[in-house]
Every structure is written in C-alpha cells, then in structure tokens.
Antibody, heavy 118, light 111 residues
Framework: QVQLVESGGGVVQPGRSLRLSCAASGFTFTGYGMHWVRQAPGKGLEWVAVIWYDGSNKYYGDSVKGRFAISRDISKNTVYLQMNSLRAEDTAVYYC???????????WGQGTLVTVSS | QSALTQPPSASGSPGQSVTISCTGTSSDVGGYNYVSWYQQHPGKAPKLMISEVSKRPSGVPDRFSGSKSGNTASLTVSGLQAEDEADYYCSSYAGDNNYVVFGGGTKLTVL
C-alpha cells in the first residue's frame, strides 16, 4: 500500500533553515510527481511546491518562492523540502503528498509540524 | 486570502443534500478541468473525494458529486450522514505560474 512518511519537523528560530524528508513506499516512485502542502494551526490548506515525476520541473507557491526548494532522490525514494530564511508565518503542519498524474493529490502523509519561533 | 473562494460554513440534516461552491477565475477553475475536492476530519490528513471536476476515486461513495459552470465549481453531498461532517477544500490547477491553488475551506456540519 502507498505510504508517505514525513520527518524533520521541529522548532526553529526565525531566519534559520530546516530540511523536511518524505520517504515513499508502495508504489513506483519514479512514476509520480510529488507535492508539499502545508496547514497553519487552525487554518486551511496551502499548496507549497511540486516536483515532477522525473524531477525535470519544479513549481512553488508565491509565499515560498526563492526560500524553499523541493528535490527528490530516486535511490532513496525520498522527497525533500529545503526551507531557508524561515519566518513565523511558515509555522504549519507540512504534508507530503502524491500527484495522481491528473493534477490531484491522491495520497497524503501524516504530516510533520514545523514551528518557527524565537 | 485564498485564491479560490468557498463559503466558510455549510450545514444540513441527515438525509438532506448540501452543495458547497468554489469560485475562482478564468486562470484557474474556469480555464481547466482540473478541479479537485478534499475532505479533512479534525487531526487527520485530507482525503481526495473528487478529481477532474466530477470523477470519484475508488472507494468514495456516490453520494459525493462534483460539477463546474464557468469559474465556479461545486461539490454536492447527497443523503447526508454524520460521518460527512468535516472540512472540505477545493483546489484547481492554475497554470505553470501558480500551479495549484486551494480554497479557504468549508466546514460542513450535519445537524
């Protein structure tokens, strides 16, 4: 069965960096695009980034452009989100998710909480 | 402010039908047939309920249906059940510039 397991969340000071990881299993990793979506406490979903199945294209939400970078390692079946210059408003649960090839997200991880605070 | 506009709340009694709207622009909802709907229960990850405007993934009850007219998409839940009480989010492909945009979410209450 499809499993997506995020890790790397925690408490970080404003301006610092953090890298999230998402280990994927149960499907052919190289056949699917992967997203990061976040949800601030008590708020709605916000799309963060996507990387195509072959890594050839990456797109970002306006609020994270220039600060966050998505990547994937096919040897480890893992997607990463490098987050730099973190701000208090980046505080959220970050979900790793699989694109179903039809621009929908069909599987989600359990999420990892990132708290940006001094 | 979310890119897509949803009503903050909706409600209905068991057995009734309720429709949730999702309004965007010609650059997202109106421009592509890639509207999705997600259900999220408290403390849980979202679940895909509808893709490509009106397609139900395997396992989603046929009580859930989607449609689109112009720049507005809609999710209809028929025969409301207690377990349908949740937050619902729409999303749309928005081209290579914005790629994916979400609505602000609608809290559905089953009275």
């Amino acid at each position: 069965q499809v499993q997506l397991v995020e890790s790397g969340g925690g408490v970080v000071q404003p301006g610092r960096s953090l890298r999230l990881s998402c280990a994927a299993s149960g499907f052919t990793f190289t056949g699917y695009g992967m997203h990061w979506v976040r949800q601030a406490p008590g708020k709605g979903l916000e799309w963060v980034a996507v990387i195509w199945y072959d890594g050839s294209n990456k797109y970002y939400g306006d609020s994270v452009k220039g600060r966050f970078a998505i990547s994937r390692d096919i040897s480890k079946n893992t997607v990463y989100l490098q987050m730099n210059s973190l701000r208090a408003e980046d505080t959220a649960v970050y979900y790793c998710a699989r694109d179903n090839r039809l621009l929908s997200i069909d599987y989600w991880g359990q999420g990892t909480l990132v708290t940006v605070s001094s | 402010q979310s890119a897509l506009t949803q009503p903050p709340s909706a409600s209905g009694s068991p057995g009734q039908s309720v429709t949730i709207s999702c309004t965007g622009t010609s650059s997202d909802v109106g421009g592509y047939n890639y509207v999705s709907w997600y259900q999220q229960h408290p403390g849980k990850a979202p679940k895909l309920m509808i893709s490509e405007v009106s397609k139900r993934p395997s396992g989603v009850p046929d009580r859930f249906s989607g449609s689109k007219s112009g720049n507005t998409a809609s999710l209809t839940v028929s025969g409301l059940q207690a377990e349908d009480e949740a937050d619902y989010y729409c999303s749309s492909y928005a081209g290579d510039n914005n790629y994916v945009v979400f609505g602000g979410g609608t809290k559905l209450t089953v009275l």
